[in-house]
């Protein structure tokens, strides 16, 4: 069970730069194309003449045309020609909502007529010239939500990332957990601490001393469905930390999107947009890499997990305070669920 | 469900020259044999002592040894030997009429009391020494039925294989279907077309003009249970197409015998007869490899397809006119299957 | 259906001297790990914090710590500690009774109440000096009683180690099987015969003539759950066979441990003792690569009988004579499963 009145990140547009892109989002499986006209088409990845997946064709002419006998559909879901044939009567395939923003393609895969770009999450960092971002994508054999206790409970870096962001003082500094305007924010602050490796390489990369103290701060906001952004940082200590001036500190978004696949498995994408040196593309590629090494570490932890609960039926996880994030986010996804499939009920009584 | 009464390719000699061949045909495990009278033995793939594949075995005087514990069975099923064992009672194990005939092993998986040799088809080609014939084996994951449709709709030519012998005349041309003797027939022509990069090759070789205008024609014959030939070719525009002399053409039959192996895989053992320059083997080779490459790009399509539509169990496919050849066929084996059915009813009953 | 109140080899120290194992055994997912006071710990591989596998964890101050938020596991299945945690009130996990012994960890997968390291057998050879071992582990994809019966019928190495330790006589020798204080004993003495090539090459080892004839045993016992010990041999013939005086035989012990992975999987623990050169490391090891060539042999048999098994559920396999031992071992294991079973519901009655 998905919520599915809610825009998803489906993909970005380079994955489809060359031909279609066919991926599952939410168990529905969905042909993504760059029509002719420059914008983005997402269909029932399914050709109604013999069943073919449509994301083994091309793009012509206004439609994306079946690989396999030439059928044209465009991105409406109505075959707009196919050779030979009078397609008036051709039965329609699903399409879906989808916008194209801040790099990333959106997609809606509930009931289409409640789908609202407006509703899609502001991103300030996309469009400023202040910041920069890169990331990457990674898809992960477990349910999404594993992944949104993993972002929203960062004790797990102490154990899962200790040689490059964990360290002990994070699992022995109290955490906080709040609901702020439907938004889930789990707060950390540790004082007087050694910053670990990937801390301390930014540190240099801001001219900042590597090996004095600082103040660390991590602040994970979740908002629904499903992501994660997370502000990170360390100041020089006794510059106010997390308010320290820009001169003081090195601080970064990390960002976290994750779309569910199927029940127990998802699409992540990861990244970290930053506010210092945006033009410095090197710096990009290198945090993009370290990033990308470090968050590979959570996907043995995560798909061994999953493996296990699904190996232990029977067995309930605990919930304790570190857990409250991911328990608080669980209980919005659930009420959202719930609210999609009452609307569900009346739409289908009244209609 | 398959038809069984009847009889399909199950292999070629060469596969099991060396040992015993497993081979699962309509649901049946098979261990195909040379025995050790030069006869084709195909028996149940379960030795009766503990259940070993006999196809892991080997051939001893007159019967399979099992190569766990030395069980010999012979080609009736029926234990010939067992080291220091009294055999006579030993249950048998079902065995499967065989005949080679052509270069193929034909094999009758239903009930054998019915099979009599003189169903199987006659191939003219296959002992005319005026033809020539290679061919080759793909296993494909999809229902045997998706390629028989695949093969008697040859719009697909366009798309699936644009770079060797798709061309867009070919869903330009009209296509008639029509049943003649329980055969089903699907025949298109071209008329005054340039040639697609496999004719052209094929025209050359005839010592004709590759760029000569040409007419084109394709005639699939589909025979039950899951044979199709497809006579194609050009000839020298003006000559009279398909019926114009040898010295103006270049043409040959393409062979397909699909044998289902489950409910959704098969056996395709595809091939091209020809009766132009039949003793050139390097041409007989160096056509079974381009069309080997050709054939090849069809199952990634047939395969997606098959897993699409387990996908979409909902959804109907479309019947219009150029699956009109598949849709007979299917009708055909519905009929078969229906009467197999009934009949095997009636033994019930009268048993 | 596994016999769980009794004591199975799950694995040897050296698979968890660097990090924690994880295993299933009967079923059950193990987690098996050397505490910081040299005991061997084994516990249900489930995180009572969040369900991920302990075995991914690492050992510190006298537990098993996760590697997802660091909860501490002790031995006995209860959690020892978590970084800012009271764990007073966390659900236990399972823990099970373990003992390291001959070289090998024991573990018990039933009621723990019932355990006794005085149960575990007895290997003489383990501990006597002018004795030497040395063996390996194969993860075999069959029902482990499959490998009783394979080891329980040595008329398969006839075929199945035809270039080795398989000769003709073996299958012409009549074989007895006995019950001897509730171990199935399978004998079979075969004598002025030729050695095979493994026991020619031992007779060289020991000094004697690798083409005399000689007297050959194969003594194979089997005692529950899951052991096989085969005493195997050749003398000089004419000094007695298996009565023969050390000088004029090469012998060993065959030591089989056959532990359940689930129904259709399992662990086999292979090896030789032998007590001639017991001091010979390199002989141990030519022995061990020799050993593991031949019993490699009976994998793939193993594993596509078992397939072939549950491809053909309506067939019933035979039980002859050679087969007995396999039987009356079976006979065994289900009585005591039956016994297991009774007991079981005594308890739940009288609880």
């Given amino acids: 069970m998905f919520t599915k009145n809610c825009w998803y990140v489906a993909c970005t547009p380079d994955e489809f730069a060359e031909k279609p892109l066919g991926r599952q989002i939410c168990g529905e499986r969905i042909a993504f194309f760059r029509n002719t006209d420059g914008k983005v088409g997402a269909v029932q990845d399914f050709c109604p003449h013999r069943g073919a997946p449509l ?84 898809h992960i054999n477990c349910d999404y939500k594993l992944m949104i206790d993993n972002l929203m409970d960062l004790t797990h870096e102490t154990y899962v990332h200790s040689t490059s962001i964990g360290q002990k003082e994070i699992d022995e500094a109290p955490v906080k957990t709040k609901l702020v305007d439907g938004e889930v924010q ?118 061994r997990q999953q493996r296990n609960i699904l190996e232990f039926p029977e067995r309930n996880l605990l919930k304790l305070d570190i857990d409250s994030g991911g328990v608080q986010a669980r209980r919005i996804i659930d009420k959202l669920l719930e609210k999609e499939q009452q609307d569900s009920k009346i739409t289908s009584v009244s209609a």
């Fill in 55 to 138: 994301s083994l064709g091309y793009v012509e002419d206004g439609g994306l045309v079946c690989g396999y006998h030439g059928l044209k559909m465009g991105a409406d879901g109505k075959t707009l020609s196919m050779p030979k044939q009078r397609v008036g009567g051709f039965p329609c395939v699903k399409s879906y909502p989808v916008e194209e923003r801040y790099g990333f393609v959106w997609v809606w895969t509930g009931d289409a007529s409640l789908a609202n770009t407006d509703d899609i999450p502001v991103l300030h960092w996309a469009e400023d010239p202040e910041w920069a971002y890169g990331g990457g994508l990674y």
């Fill in 186 to 303: 789990t707060v950390r602050h540790m004082e007087n601490i050694k910053a670990p490796p990937f801390w301390q390489a930014a540190l240099t990369a801001n001219g900042l001393d590597a090996n004095a103290d600082v103040d660390r701060w991590q602040i994970c906001r979740f908002n629904p469905p499903s992501h994660v952004m997370i502000e990170v940082g360390v100041a020089i200590a006794g510059n106010g930390g997390y308010e320290a001036e820009a001169q003081h500190k090195a601080s970064s978004i990390v960002v976290d999107f994750i779309t569910p696949e199927t029940e127990t498995s998802h699409w992540y994408f990861w990244g970290m947009a930053r506010n210092f040196k945006p033009e410095d593309s090197a710096l990009t590629d290198q945090i993009r890499e370290g990033q990308g090494q470090i968050f590979s570490e959570d996907l043995e932890m995560l798909e």
